[in-house]
Structures are given as C-alpha cells and as structure tokens.
C-alpha cells in the first residue's frame, strides 16, 4: 500500500529551494566532467526530508584529477526545524501504529537511516510519547544473524508489539509472522531488499488472515 503524506509547509518550501539549488550545482559540476556529487544528491533527497529536526551539511568530496585526494567541500547547510515538533510524517506514523495495535496488529517499522544518522531513536521515543498500548524495541546490527530470530521471539514473548529496524538486518532467513503489518518509514536504495523485507511476515505459518505492507512517502519528493 503506497500510503503518501504531505510535507510541512515550511520544510517543503525548504526542500524545494535546496533542490533546486542542489540540481544546480549538479549540472555545473557535470558541466566540469565531474558527476561525482550524483551520490550525495541522492542521499540528501532521500535522508534529509525524514531527518529535519537536526541540521545537516550536503557534502561534495570533490576528487582531484591528477593526485585522486578527495576535499569535502560544504555545497549547503541546512538549520534544524527543531526536535520539538511532531513532523507530518511522523504524525502519520503515530496514527498508523494507533490504529494496527488497537486491531491487535503489531508493528514493524523499516528505517534507512541507522548508522551514524540514526533516526530509530527519535521513532521510537514519538511513538512511546504518543501510543500508551506500544511497547517498542529496537533491533540493531549488534545482534549478530545468528541470534536475531530469537531475539525477536524473546521480545515478542515480553509483550513487544512495535519493531524498529532496518530491513537490511530482516531481508532474508527471518520470519516476522508475529507482525502482521509493515511500515517501511523510509524507502531503501536497494530494491532486493525492499522485496525481500516485505515478505517477513508472509510466510506460510502466517495465522493471520491478512498480512499488509505500507510505504510511506512525501509527496513531491525524490522519495
């Protein structure tokens, strides 16, 4: 289910006139033989709108043609719209989990962005804030694949009913079935990934007469 969402007026405004200025310096810059900064456009279009309660700086590590030494150089800064706020997005996601836990639907929720710009947190603190009956955990790469399954299982045994995680850590040799909806929060790059994350719930000792995938997105965006 493609399940879109509109920006925040003053963050849309704000993406717009980044991209814009983005695309740019992208064109000049392929103008100048160098396509290297496609990378960081891509990443900034995709991370950043789901990220703007914190600033960012969109980086061109611009590579020298004779010695290969890489220079960042700081195309943009983007402010932080504060940490405060409940962004649409976000807010959206609130009333999705609301409504599957109150149906006795537990939750998954798929992230991108884990690594050195983890959003996990910020999710699973709005949720704990603002859905009372959610009990949440955080799956990360620590647990190494051998003791994800049962990990999951020892937390669904102690009443979790919202997993967060990146679907690259789920994408293959896992079951979800105690989770029978999933909310990709973010789309990932890879589309194997995407595919094969969706498919952890249905499986074929799946009890539930209906198992659902949702994919969130800003309308307007590279999303």
Sequence with gaps: ?????????????????????????????????????????????MGWPNATFRPMDVIH???????????????????????????????????LVQDRLKNNRPVVIYARQTA??????????????NVPEAQTYVLRNTVTAERRERVIEQQV??????????????????????????????IVFNLSTLLQAASRSYRLNQEEDECEVL???YEGTME
């Excluded at 910020?122 to 804030?129: G, H, N, S, T």
């Design 1 to 45: 289910i493609a399940h879109p969402v509109v920006m925040d007026d003053d963050v849309a405004d704000e993406y717009n006139r980044t991209r814009d200025h983005l695309k740019d310096y992208l064109i000049q810059r392929r103008w100048e033989g160098d396509t290297t900064f496609r990378g960081a456009y891509l990443q900034w279009s």
């Design 157 to 186: 045994e102690a009443g979790v009913n919202v997993l967060i995680c990146n679907p690259e850590l789920v994408k293959t040799g896992l079951d979800l079935i105690a989770f029978s909806t999933l909310i990709f929060y973010e």
């Design 215 to 217: 994919y969130m997105f």
């Design 61 to 95: 590590n611009i590579k020298h043609p004779i010695t290969g030494d890489k220079t960042p150089h700081v195309v943009t800064k983007l402010a932080s719209f504060g940490e405060d706020r409940l962004y649409h997005k976000e807010q959206e996601l609130i009333e």
């Design 116 to 129: 050195t710009k983890d959003i996990q947190p910020r999710l699973e603190k709005i949720i704990q804030d």
